[in-house]
Nanobody
Framework: VQLQACGGGLVQAGGSLRLSCAAS????????MGWFRQAPGKEREFVSA????????YYADSVKGRFTISRDNAKNLVYLQMNSLKSEDTAVYYC???????????????WGQGTQVTVSS
């Protein structure tokens, strides 16, 4: 499975962005999907995940209530709607595909290239 994330950019604090991740080369609906982020000098951290059918979603405490994950299996897309952005959300955001919607990046088999999100305060 190949994944390509896009939608990042520069936004002021309090603003919104929607990230998209397009999948190709595999059976998208077979995979749970996750979003992770990595800020400079920090480890990659879990942001959100969604089960293969979309029935179950998970969020890091730091983004709960502000971010929403969703997917469109007909279009092989997964989204991350990010509202009320804060400067601490600044990072490179990665989408990933795996067999379990979990928080550990080691559990995901396929990764996109990342998209930069910068939130100015």
């Amino acid at each position: 499975v190949q994944l390509q994330a896009c939608g990042g950019g520069l936004v002021q604090a309090g603003g919104s962005l929607r990230l998209s991740c397009a999948a190709s080369g595999g059976t998208f609906r077979s995979y749970d999907m996750g979003w992770f982020r990595q800020a400079p000098g920090k480890e990659r951290e879990f942001v959100s995940a969604i089960s293969w059918g979309g029935a179950r979603t998970y969020y890091a405490d730091s983004v709960k209530g502000r971010f929403t994950i969703s997917r469109d299996n007909a279009k092989n897309l997964v989204y991350l709607q990010m509202n009320s952005l804060k400067s601490e959300d600044t990072a490179v955001y990665y989408c990933a595909a795996g067999l379990r919607a979990v928080t550990s990046p080691q559990e995901y088999n396929y990764w996109g290239q990342g998209t930069q999100v910068t939130v100015s305060s």
